[in-house]
Nanobody
Framework: QVQLVESGGGLVQAGGSLRLSCAASGSIFSINVMGWYRQAPGKQRELVATIHSGGFTNYADSVKGRFLISRENAKNTVYLQMNSLKFEDTAVYYC??????????WGQGTQVTVSS
């Protein structure tokens, strides 16, 4: 089992910044992928960004150049620095962990609201 605890969501004006954190605990594979997904009201959950334990990153086109994903492997923690936030970034953001190629876990979600 892996537990994911997210923090850092909130309300921000358009153009502002927020930083999300997600700490993983439990049976952590040394090789894993952690990342962030988001789900806006009435829409499907979508990829925001992922980062491999080796450092390889992947971003949705909609956030490239504005969001930065990073991680501290020693702390099993992943971060999402969100800059130049737009109204359309409003969503519940979920932390995701994939280990051993098949073990998938989700955080409880944290609300990000961007006011226009």
């Amino acid at each position: 089992q892996v537990q994911l605890v997210e923090s850092g969501g909130g309300l921000v004006q358009a153009g502002g910044s927020l930083r999300l954190s997600c700490a993983a605990s439990g049976s952590i594979f040394s090789i894993n992928v952690m990342g962030w997904y988001r789900q806006a009201p009435g829409k499907q959950r979508e990829l925001v960004a992922t980062i491999h334990s080796g450092g390889f990153t992947n971003y949705a086109d909609s956030v490239k150049g504005r969001f930065l994903i990073s991680r501290e492997n020693a702390k099993n923690t992943v971060y999402l620095q969100m800059n130049s936030l737009k109204f359309e970034d409003t969503a519940v953001y979920y932390c995701n962990y994939v280990g051993g190629g098949v073990w998938i876990y989700w955080g409880q979600g944290t609300q990000v609201t961007v006011s226009s």
